[in-house]
């Protein structure tokens, strides 16, 4: 029911990723960019999301509301995520009527009109989008987080953007950074689905050969130097209950050392879902931070988060504070626990489990159309389709005294920014 | 008559009568089965006749903490080591409870079929609560408690019930209040288990890589001999009284800096004639596409909100029709009167043709993805069985959509929805 992948490279640099399943009458298509907030400058933060909701108001081919119309009333689905590395957008779609997919993502990959009305109205939802946030707390805490742990790269600011920047950034600011990062070479096209490969590359041909090819950009930033020393950010606000968030400079996902710190997460915080669609992923009761701090009853929960990302970014750690316990408890918990990875090595046995518990999640990820697609543009962002197809074997090949080294590496205190979410007049 | 391209080709991927097993055990419980043997997983769902109903008024949130505690340790089990099988085998398993039911939901590779339902069969039928375990699960759920108070979303969809549904029932949440929980004793959740939890009525839907009879069996193996003499129904829902006046309440949360507004009406059971004319309604008022008719007013005209949109709650007691924005509080009454402007001309005038052509369509086109997943086959099989629904509904779904007119949609949304009679729920700063 299901082919290989086939990759084809169209004469103007796009990159096209096919994956034929015929489980159900099914095509999701995905185009990604290589942008995201990774390549804004100071001032025009948020401007990679900001243009991405305004790829949602239309060309002259697709005057606004008309593309939203011919998705919606056959049943498909249509989004955009911006997000550090990258913006993708997609159609999980009805086979029998996806060419639409087709002809609208060629269409806004170049004749997007940023009107100077639309980009007013926009701005306010944009803003409206940022205020949502700040509403959350652990929004607060890890913009400033993200903010202390790096000095000049562009990781240090959340994808929202600034809201100062959100009140300057102009029409032509916006549509200077589309025409930019919006060309085929800067481009993946992942399709996956009920289809056949030779007749929809013929379709693809047939809807983006003919955009301009542009110079490939340089992707190249300059990581920041190691942090040296531990940096602490307090964060006061509304509410009863207090959060901490531990975070550790990480290794990009091309690092031989990523699989090995996601072992080590999954020991610490449990597995990760491969799934970002429907379910598939699994409690983490039996992961050691939360036997010995939620059972511990010195949090009330505890999470990890290791993002697969093209530069050196962040692995954190967020606990909610047990009513009866202090953030700094808190934190000193986490510490004895990674010592204790530190002092009596893991066991093979428990990287087995690891390792069995990323084979299921990665046979749940298979289940969905929509994940499959999104896996094979996805993992071109930051590495490549390899990577995912052999993520569970790289897993496997960890041993304890890598999880050793590793944790030496980067869990220790001069690596990591630690912040503090204390409700205010505490 | 409209085409449908997917119900005219793919017929025959839609779950039926001949490929849905239906069997009921002897002790009350229905078992529906359907395979798929595309990927190696199950998804397993169910529920029993166990809800936030059965609360008594001063331990509100009893059910929800019962059923939170079935997983903290069985007689066979304690917390870490059932935990341990689960995660060992990158399975998933949960409970949870609403107002009617509590449900479970499992997520495992096939081979581990015998596994998960003798764990549920654990955790349903010989649950210990121990005392350690529910303290803590106590201050958990009072923290999530905490952290509710301070979400204006969840604050101003709690007013708003305050207001639809006052001196009913349904007027206070699952999950209860602060005061509520903290009364909650462990012999509290020993005594509503032993008296509510039982087989009677319950349903457990198996769908994946499993031949259909073998689920069955797996079921009634591990939960066919279970029987609880004092398994008490739930209680008659009442009727809800519609608003005689609009009523507008607030509810302040200082240091926030985003408002949510949840205004609208009761809403009809899912029994009810006009579920069909209503559901399209509300898809057209604010869902289709990027959030229907309030979408387009208050996000892509005013540019006021990040998210406009409206939402039916349909159940099998009364149901809510909520219109749904989060603002900056400058522009709540701006936006309450967009919303209430869009209420009016919905109730005031048919909508259009094109319209009604684009939500029918969207409602027999979407079919594909609702079913591509496991879960999502079982989703819906469960709720044919709760609703009962019968196995040909998705055959018959697409007459129940066509035969929609937009009078039907006036007619019964004028039932409910009055532009002069709205419940309006601001919380915020």
Known sequence: MTNPKQVHTLPNGLSVHLKEIHTAPIISTWVWYRVGSRNETPGKTGISHWVEHMQFKGTQNFPAGILDREISRVGGVWNALTHLDWTTYFETMPAHIFDISLTLESDRMVNSEFEVAEVERERTVVISEREGNENQPLFLLSEAVQEAAFTQHPYRYDVIGLKEDLNTISRDDLYQHYRRHYHPANAVLAVAGDFKTAD???????????????????????????LGLENRVHVTGPGETSYVQIAYRAPSASNPDFFTLTVLDSLLTGPSSLNMFGSGGTSNKTSRLYRALVEGEISVSCQGSLQATLDPYLYSIY?????????DEVLSAVDQEIQRVLDSPITTAEIDRAVKQARALFAFSSENISNQAFWLGYSEMFASYDWFENYVDHLAQVTPEMVNHIAQTYLHPDNRVVGFYTPEGS | MMKTPIYDEHRNALPGPDDITRCELPNGITVLSRANFNSPTLSIKGYLQVGSLLDPEDRLGLSYLAAFGLMTGTARHDFQSLYNEIESIGASLSFSSGTLNTSFSAHCLSEDLSLILGLISDCLRSPVFPEKEFNRQKTQMLTALAIRAQDTSAMASMLFDQIVYAGHPYQHPEDGYTETVQAIERADLVDFYQRTYGPKKMAIVIVGAVEPQQAVDAVSQALGDWSNPRQQPLPEIPPVEPLQERTHKTHHIPGKTQADIVMGCHAPDRLSPDFHALRIGNNILGEFGMMGRLGQRVREDAGLAYYAYSSLSISLGPGAWEMIAGVNPVHIDETISLITEEVRKFVTHPVDEEELADSKSYYLGRMPLLLESNSGV???????????????????????VQSITAEDILAASRKYLDPERLAVAVAGP
């Open chain 1, 200 to 226: 929809l590359l013929k379709k693809i041909e047939d809807t983006f050969g003919s955009i301009p090819s542009s110079e490939p950009l340089n992707h190249h930033i300059q990581p920041d130097p190691p």
């Open chain 1, 319 to 327: 606990l909610t504070v047990h009513p009866s316990h202090s953030p």
């Open chain 2, 378 to 400: 079982a989703v819906s099989l469960l709720n044919i069985e709760h609703f009962n629904l019968g196995l040909d509904y998705f055959l018959q779904y697409p007459k129940l």
